[in-house]
């Protein structure tokens, strides 16, 4: 497609649970990015990726999350036993390159834990 | 590390007046900043981009920043706000160089309101 694709849009799930989330990048975009929003707190970065090289987990809040990019292309970020302060908006991005600062995001996945 | 500063949560303004929203940064390094922008229900887009060359910078939509390094600002403006403009705003820095290249910070971001 055109733009970055994410889904699920929607995620409800129980404390406790895995999830899962998957970001499809704009062809030919090198860097991926996961952003988490929270109310009031703007965009929290989390992790990013570019190329094969290794990625900046720097910002991932705990060892319950987990990021992975296949073959340089689609994304997939795990929440592990998630909690209810994991629920946000999760926003990912992709770009031609990394140094480039311009991001093409995607429209999100809302996740809330009940 | 790099950090930012929004320093306005919410601005309200009427029709056809001016705004600015304010950004501060934080680096020890070299900077590029961005504005971007998230209409009601909508992703996020770049508004404008400062890399190097001319502080003052424009983007889409009338809007304009300019980087300051001395105060390390980067205040956007429009000299005459639209109905059409409400959204939030967000104010992002990368460090140049080194380890934090690629690393997009984003402020906490802005909501204008612009009523008739």
């Known amino acids: 497609g055109a733009g970055v694709s994410q889904s699920p849009s929607n995620k409800v799930t129980e404390k406790g649970k895995d999830v899962e989330l998957r970001c499809d990048p704009i062809s030919g975009h090198t860097a991926l990015y996961w952003y988490r929003q929270s109310l009031g707190q703007g965009l929290e970065f989390l992790i990013y990726f570019q190329g094969n090289s290794a990625p900046d987990k720097s910002g991932l809040p705990s060892d319950r999350f987990s990021a992975e990019r296949t073959g340089g292309s689609v994304s997939t970020l795990t929440i592990q036993r998630t909690q209810q302060e994991d629920s946000a908006v999760y926003l990912c991005?992709?770009?031609?390159?990394?140094?480039?600062?311009?991001?093409?995001f995607g429209e999100g996945s809302r996740l809330t834990v009940l | 590390a790099q950090s930012v500063t929004q320093l306005d949560s919410q601005v309200p303004v009427f029709e056809e007046a001016p705004v600015e929203l304010r950004c501060n940064y934080s680096s020890s390094v070299s900077v590029y900043l961005f504005w971007y922008v998230q209409y009601p229900n909508q992703g996020l887009q770049l508004l404008l981009k400062y890399l190097s060359g001319s502080t003052l910078v424009k983007g889409i939509n009338g809007f304009e920043a300019e980087f300051n390094k001395s105060q390390t600002s980067f205040h956007l403006r429009k000299p005459s706000v639209h109905i059409s403009d409400t959204a939030e705003y967000f104010c992002?820095?990368?460090?140049?160089?080194?380890?934090?290249?690629?690393?997009?910070?984003f402020g906490k971001g802005t909501k204008l309101s612009v009523k008739p």
């Open positions: 991005a992709s770009s031609f390159n990394y140094d480039t600062g311009e991001l093409f």
């Open positions: 992002a820095v990368m460090g140049i160089g080194g380890g934090s290249q690629g690393n997009l910070i």
